[in-house]
């Protein structure tokens, strides 16, 4: 909350409170639709502003280029949001608080100061403040015109977030190579797993009509360093690789080209058949082959510097090399092979089961382990962070760690397909944090999944992460205002995976809301409860994959979730160990003991890897089934609290935002509500045991939920909508 609206709560008379605006008071009272992201640059305090202002009292913008124009207009904006009016340019930092920026190519001062070292890289930048012929100036350099772009959106954060400006010494630089967003998104402009709309792509009047969006999505991922979009949906429609789309693509390319976002498209692997005429999409095939070399010629005659294609084979329907009867490195090595010349990747998805007898947490890791070392150097694998399917808590995928000599990269979920969709505040820093340091052990301790995707631990060629995106056309870009921290904690992790989830929680708090401190406190810590909280409404204990076939809500009866469960009258749990499905040999020994041995298995992984009876007792010296209890209702509890502590936040953020997020919460705490009881209505139908005393028994019988149905959930339609309620 800015210094304004603080007065006004202290106590403005009413009449101006009428009059906001002509007050000169409340911007952060004013209604905000979300549109501007953390992107807002909102006017700050009066003293904040009058010391920024002496700070930056010219800009010297070094050289012209698109992508060093867009970073000057960008300072210009935001400082004159911020500080209430844009420093001028000038020529040359002749004047005490000169704001320099450029490369040592387009700046004699940078040059001179050799300002932009190494460390920096092509993407990275520095700022300092200093002294320079007895001016104090402050210095954004970078090696390339993007550094400066990116130097500049950092700069911008520091003055948002009020940091002092006077001794400013950064460097930073991206730790990891290729930094996507993948959208599921089809040329229909539905979204698959999307709840913020339509897609925002809108191919029908492309590429005549560019939509001001795409420039604002484009600023918006490079002022957090992503540096990649996948336009379309993996499960892929032959059709986008076709010349009426690519010259669509194409446009969008030249859009996002000066924001240093390349494009990616996804590959339908049997379009030589469906598209190019051929009678099969055999990789080892000469005329395929060659399909795939003209297709990828044709798309960098469009799109120089496009960047190349994800693929998901042989999953869930997609066609692949194996219906040829050949592995998945001869379609990846073959794409790659088409690629090569022009400087184009492949991410080949790692995402692969089938429905059988062996364990789905399994068959990702027995197709690709073998791969090891097979695979092209320009192909990424690309690996979900655990080895089921985004769900509130896995452990992390074993095949991070598995593969040294195969380019790794991460696939996160942005969209909350698992966790509540839109309404549900969750906020996914911890989760990607978890994975992200999660300890691998593969070359000794400190292995994380960190350093195998950031290509450390194994020098690997290339390094990468990819989310999957949560934006859509909804007017606040996400679906909802707290959705959109999980788009930037994607993007702040991605540009450095040592971040620490809570501190980008700050950040971006800050950024969207308010600096004030009894605003950022609560929310913050609301925030990082959340995800843990969902886990424990959802699926406390390691429990995975309980949900109706829409996603959307509870269901722990149905078949693909009582596979998950293995609850009977016994007890509860997917035994993976040696006993079961030894699962847990996929991992490196000193984490397969931990994982296997009961006394040592993390409590919030037990029902992953054990099946224990209801009484089993857990370190509390509760049973599980209590334990159950408590966690699932503490969960509910949770979401209350978040909601009595949003309510105390009234007047300290602007109303329309408020008031969504308070409508949000309440239907996040029915549906928590609902997640506890119909689970534990199931669950009590099997263990027979009583509540622990203080609990209350579910609202409605069992019946009553399994008889619930939503036929007409976001995210999914045709085939997938059809048996949705059972
Ligand atoms: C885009 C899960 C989702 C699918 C998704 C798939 C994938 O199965 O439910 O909608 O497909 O993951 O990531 O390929």
């Given at each position: 909350m800015n210094s304004d609206a603080a007065a006004t709560r202290a106590g403005r008379p009413l009449w101006c409170l009428a009059l906001l605006v002509l007050c000169g008071a409340g911007q952060a009272a004013l209604a905000e639709d979300g549109y501007d992201l953390w992107l807002r640059y909102r006017p700050l305090p009066p003293a904040q502003r009058e010391a920024d202002r002496r700070a930056v009292r010219a800009i010297v913008a070094a050289g012209r280029s698109p992508t060093l124009d867009i970073a000057r207009a960008e300072l210009a904006r935001g400082l004159d949001g911020l500080l209430g009016t844009a420093p001028p340019f000038a020529a040359a930092p002749t004047r005490d608080g000169s704001l320099v920026l450029g490369t040592a190519l387009t700046s004699p001062l940078i040059a001179a100061l050799r300002l932009a070292p190494g460390a920096a890289g092509r993407e990275g930048y520095v700022i300092r403040s200093l002294r320079y012929a007895g001016h104090r100036l402050i210095v954004i350099a970078a090696n390339e015109d993007i550094g400066v772009l990116y130097g500049t959106f950092a700069f911008l954060r520091?003055?948002?977030?009020?940091?002092?400006?006077?001794?400013?010494?950064?460097v930073s630089a991206p730790r990891i190579q290729h930094r996507i967003l993948d959208h599921f998104d089809n040329l229909d402009r539905t979204v698959e797993r999307g709840y913020a709309g339509e897609s925002i792509w809108d191919w029908q009047k492309l590429p005549g009509y560019l939509d001001p969006r795409y420039t604002d999505y484009a600023r918006a991922c490079a002022s957090l360093g992503i540096n990649g979009t996948v336009l379309n949906n993996v499960n892929a429609d032959a059709d986008s690789l076709t010349p009426l789309y690519l010259r669509k693509t194409a446009a969008l390319a030249a859009v996002f080209r000066p924001y240093g976002l390349r494009v990616f498209l996804t590959a339908r692997f049997d379009a030589p058949i469906e598209i190019g005429g051929l009678h099969t999409a055999d990789p080892l095939d000469p005329a395929v082959r060659a399909w795939w070399r003209s297709k990828v010629g044709e798309i960098y005659g469009l799109i120089p510097d496009f960047g190349g294609f994800l693929v998901k084979a042989n999953s869930e329907g997609q066609p692949g090399p194996e219906n040829y009867g050949r592995s998945h490195a001869d379609g990846a090595n073959m794409l790659a092979e088409a690629l090569a010349p022009h400087?184009?990747?492949?991410?080949w998805r790692a995402f692969v089961y089938s429905q059988g007898p062996t364990d789905r947490a399994r068959q990702a890791y027995d197709s690709f382990k073998p791969l090891d070392g097979k695979l092209d150097r320009k192909v990424l694998l690309q690996v979900k962070n655990g080895p089921i399917d985004f769900q509130p808590r896995e452990p992390f995928h074993p095949l991070f760690g598995a593969m040294p000599r195969t380019s790794l990269m991460l696939e996160v979920q942005i969209t909350k397909e698992y966790l509540g969709f839109a309404t549900h505040l969750v906020y996914l820093g911890p989760l990607f944090e978890e994975t992200l340091r999660s300890d691998t052990f593969a070359r000794g301790p400190g292995s994380t999944v960190a350093r195998v995707i950031d290509g450390s631990l194994f020098a690997s060629p290339k390094s990468g992460i990819a989310g999957d995106a949560n934006i859509g056309s909804d007017r606040n870009w996400c679906g909802s205002i707290f959705d959109q921290a999980n788009w930037y904690a994607?993007?702040?992790?991605a540009w450095d995976p040592n971040l620490a989830a809570r501190d980008v929680a700050e950040e971006w708090v800050r950024l969207t809301f308010s600096n004030d401190p009894a605003f950022v406190a609560p929310v913050v810590r609301m925030m990082m409860a959340s995800r843990e909280a969902a886990v424990d409404y959802?699926?406390?204990?390691?429990?995975?994959?309980?949900?109706?076939?829409?996603?959307?809500?509870?269901?722990?009866?149905?078949?693909?979730?009582r596979y998950f469960n293995h609850a009977d009258a016994q007890g509860i749990g997917f035994d993976r160990t040696a006993t079961g499905s030894d699962a847990v040999a996929q991992y490196a020994p000193p984490v397969a003991t931990r994982f296997a041995d009961l006394k040592q298995v993390p409590e919030a992984l037990l029902l992953w890897f054990h099946h224990v009876p209801w009484d089993y007792r857990m370190a509390s010296g509760r049973t599980v089934w209590d334990e159950l209890v408590i966690r699932y209702s503490r969960g509910v509890q949770q979401v209350t609290e978040m909601r009595q502590v949003w309510a105390g936040l009234a007047g300290r953020v602007d109303a329309e935002r408020f008031a969504q997020v308070s409508a949000f919460l309440a239907i996040q705490e029915q549906e928590a509500r609902w997640w506890r009881d119909a689970s534990l209505g199931y669950f009590q139908s099997l263990s027979r045991r009583a509540?622990?005393?203080?609990?209350?028994?579910?609202?409605?019988?069992?019946?009553?939920?399994?008889?619930?149905c939503f036929p007409y959930v976001p995210g999914v339609w045709g085939e997938r909508r059809g048996p949705l309620c059972r």
């Open positions: 520091l003055v948002q977030t009020q940091r002092p400006l006077g001794n400013l010494a950064m400087g184009g990747i492949v991410m994607f993007g702040r992790l959802m699926t406390p204990l390691g429990l995975a994959h309980q949900m109706a076939p829409s996603h959307y809500g509870p269901a722990p009866w149905i078949e693909a979730s509540l622990p005393a203080g609990y209350s028994p579910p609202q409605h019988d069992l019946a009553y939920y399994e008889a619930l």
